[in-house]
């Protein structure tokens, strides 16, 4: 288990540039997660992926916003036209199974995107 | 709708001290039950969880019972460290969609020598 990877750590960019983010899940795990954190808040959640399907997308992505899990295995968060409310980290988190009924969700450590 | 309700921070304790951290969710069914922790400079680790009613989790010397009655899941340790200081999340799992975790704002604990 060598955990959820994502690249870049960090991340800046100046406005209005496009942006991409990527994760490694956990092996074996079919679900997969985006969230926003901001400072001194907990993690929104952006958007849920069950192998290669989009399932879910929270209001909170707008139509700038585009993620992708070709073939099941990594995925790509896109923003683009970037803007200075953007700056947040970034997480990807990973289960096999859902968490309602008890399959924790694993966390990368994040992209903390700065927007200048 | 479904949704959590955190106790927000921040927390200062000396070392040895009892804490509690409150959490209260709204749920229409009967989701799973999670405390997430951040220390400084990493990234979000399971701490505990629990699945149904009146199950407890446990992990580090910290416990949380799931109540349904009070639909509550306070997080609690008899004796805190210093190396218990850091961010502290709960978070829900709710039936249906993607059973996403919804976490609260967290509570910043820090624990003095």
């Known amino acids: 288990d060598t955990g959820v990877s994502q690249n870049p750590r960090h991340k800046i960019t100046k406005r209005g540039q496009n942006v991409t983010f990527r994760c490694d899940p956990i092996s074996e795990h079919n679900r997969l997660y985006w969230y926003r954190q901001t400072l001194g808040q907990g993690p929104e959640f952006l958007t849920y992926?069950?192998?290669?399907?989009?399932?879910?997308k929270s209001r909170l992505l707008s139509d700038r916003f585009s993620a992708e899990r070709p073939k099941g295995s990594f995925s790509t968060l896109e923003i683009q036209r970037t803007e200075q409310g953007d700056s947040a980290m970034y997480l990807c988190a990973s289960s096999f199974g859902g968490a309602a009924f008890g399959s924790p969700l694993h966390f990368g450590n994040g992209t903390r995107l700065t927007v200048t | 709708g479904d949704s959590v309700t955190q106790m927000e921070g921040p927390v200062t304790l000396s070392e040895e001290a009892f804490l509690t951290i409150n959490c209260t969710y709204t749920a229409t069914g009967y989701p799973s039950l999670f405390w997430y922790v951040q220390y400084p400079g990493e990234g979000l680790q399971l701490l505990l969880k629990?699945?149904?009613?009146?199950d407890k989790g446990s992990n580090k010397g910290f416990e949380a019972t799931y109540r349904k009655e009070t639909t509550s899941f306070h997080l609690e340790k008899g004796s805190v460290q210093v190396s218990d200081s850091a961010v502290y999340f709960c978070?829900?799992?709710?039936?249906?969609?993607?059973?996403?975790?919804?976490f609260g704002k967290g509570t910043k604990l820090t624990v003095n020598p």
């Open positions: 992926f069950q192998n290669e399907a989009q399932l879910e």
């Open positions: 629990a699945t149904k009613a009146d």
């Open positions: 978070a829900p799992a709710f039936q249906g969609g993607s059973e996403k975790l919804v």
